[in-house]
């Protein structure tokens, strides 16, 4: 049975991707902040294992992997942050500590993660690492400004994704950058166009189809190819 690691995994997508990898029979171990207060995860049936994950930790990948001490099909760096209220994200009005937090959460923590793992990915089937980006993080695609904190965070995630594509590649190891659309979570807002299970299942459908040849590329989870 394929083994999967999500982290983020107590609410939003995470959660979402946690339920339909269940239902499908795969062993999940669902990473978050606080176990014990992740009420919807410990609900959840199935060969699931529930680990505690801070991404602001720089120890935490590597005590992850040290938990989870199997192959590794599907290394999923879920976990996020958008950092800042959008009043703090305006030009003028950017905090360090809150810009610094962003890039530590949604770029070095996913790094750190792959690094950790490389090695249990490598022994596995399927040897994929996913990392939930946004398409905020293209430069080619701003036509909008502002987001100074996020932006940021998301588009070093990405340009640590493409080198993980080519550094990994001798492993047999391929790389999806993902964006999930704009998604009714916490962070999408209840007026976002897309479920969490229509987001889900685009992106599952992706992974599923991942490989070396398409590895390191930015997709949507309708499919499309998206910009740096």
Known sequence: MPVIVITGANRGLGLAHTHRYLERGWTVHAACRDPEAADAL???????FIHRYDAADPAAPADLADAVGQPVDVLFANAGVMGAERGRQAFGQVSPDDWMNALRVNALAPLLLAQAFADLVAQSHEKKIVLQSSRMGSIADNDSGSGYVY????????????SLSIDLKDRGISVAIMHPGWVQTDMGGSSAPLSTDEAVTGQQKLIDALSLETSGSFWHQSGELLPW
Do not use: E, F
């Not at 410990?42 to 699931?48: C, I, R, V």
């Not at 932006?151 to 493409?162: Q, V």
């Open 42 to 48: 410990n609900a959840l049936g199935g060969d699931l």
């Open 151 to 162: 932006r940021p965070s998301k588009a070093a995630l990405n340009a640590i994704g493409k």
